[in-house]
């Protein structure tokens, strides 16, 4: 990631016998910035642990660094190394679209020729743009773009943005969407926006009484978490503006929960009672519970979030039940693995096209 310092000014602070995360992790990455040639400076805590944010040195050793710090927002030269849209932008670049999901996007721009043309290195990107307010390219009705497959012409747009396309876009008016800034996965990026729980009460007296539990306790648990309490409404109450304005976090399966009963046949993923199939495989066991974020059919712009048989997290704490769960996730809730988080049985990432692929799903996990 270390392309991602190009342009900044990096203030970084470690304390010394930190048994979470290693001292060695700020190290590496710091000689790695120096090696750029990025400015970059190390402040670490002797014999300090990993909470040194508990203490008022830590806050005034970064702020009086960092007022006196201003960046300039024009660079001629901007690199960038992503894995998420969300993730995307330095300075003028923005990229839009990836080729293939689940490896790395690099961009390397550099503004040349007396700032009359753009040369540009890229890999694994298929659509980025350039915001003309802040390039320094000269301003002109039209801009060379030098791309390994050949200099481009290309216009901005009415927005003051140069759209440069290296490879087709995923989901171009069709179902589903293409990956997007702030629709692209994974579990956690739900709750980067406004969201609403939907208790399943479709099922009979024993099932919706299992859900309402999961639900109540998915709500202790975000309260702990975020000191905040979560909307929540039943099936029967969510109305349709409740699917304009929020993500919808759904508990049940499609036979208790009739908001996921209209959303079924649109999903990659086909949920039973603890029965779940996906790339023309089934999964099926008591023991099993199944995490997924997908668009929301019935509001593209919106994501869903389903939670189905055993709620996942149970050993994790509240501030960790929903780290590192990939777009989706079937999983056994009686075995555990690093970390106290349940084994996997089968997981992954969709692709740029929301859709499951045998090179980003995998099967089973240590232990």
């Known amino acids: 990631m270390v392309p991602n310092a190009r342009g900044q000014s990096i203030f970084v602070q470690h304390g010394e016998n930190d048994t979470l995360i290693p001292v060695i992790e700020s190290r590496s990455m710091v000689h790695a910035i120096q090696a750029l040639g990025e400015p970059v400076e190390y402040y670490e805590f002797p014999e300090a642990s990993h909470f040194i944010y508990w203490d008022t040195e830590c806050y005034e050793n970064a702020w009086s660094r960092q007022k006196l710090v201003t960046l300039s927002p024009s660079p001629e030269h901007v690199s960038m190394r992503i894995f998420s849209l969300n993730y995307a932008t ?166 208790t929960n009739s908001v996921m009963r209209r959303l079924a046949a649109q999903l990659p993923v086909t949920i039973g009672d603890h029965r779940y199939t996906v790339l023309d495989k089934t999964y099926e066991g008591d023991q099993l519970g ?44 009686t075995r555990f693995t690093t970390g106290d988080t349940e084994a996997a049985v089968c997981g992954g990432w969709f692709d740029v096209d929301w859709m499951p692929k045998p090179e980003l799903t995998w099967e089973g996990d240590e232990g």
């Not at 753009?118 to 039209?142: G, H, I, S």
């Not at 349709?240 to 036979?255: K, M, Q, S, W, Y």
């Open 90 to 255: 330095s300075f003028w670049v923005t990229v839009r679209s990836l080729r293939k999901w689940g490896q790395p996007a690099s961009i390397e721009a550099r503004v040349v020729d007396g700032g009359t043309r753009l040369d540009v290195r890229a890999e694994n990107v298929a659509v980025f743009e350039v915001d003309m307010r802040t390039c320094p390219l000269t301003k002109a009705d039209q801009y060379e773009v030098g791309t390994a497959g050949g200099p481009l012409t290309l216009p901005a747009n009415a927005n003051g943005k140069l759209v440069v396309e290296l490879g087709p876009a995923c989901g171009q008016g069709t179902w589903p969407p293409g990956k997007s800034r702030g629709l692209c996965g994974p579990v956690e990026d739900v709750f980067n926006a406004p969201f609403i729980l939907v208790q399943g009460t479709s099922g009979d007296l024993a099932q919706s009484q299992e859900i309402a539990r999961q639900t109540g306790t998915w709500m202790e648990e975000w309260e702990a978490f975020a000191d905040g309490e979560a909307r929540v409404c039943t099936d029967a109450e969510l109305t349709d503006e409740d699917i304009e304005r929020f993500n919808l976090v759904l508990f049940g399966t499609p036979e």
């Open 290 to 333: 199944l995490v997924m974020c997908y668009p929301n059919p019935l509001n593209p712009s919106r994501y869903v979030l389903i939670y189905s048989g055993p709620l996942h997290g149970r050993k994790l704490s509240s501030n960790h039940k929903h780290d590192m769960i990939p777009d989706f996730l079937i999983f056994d809730s």
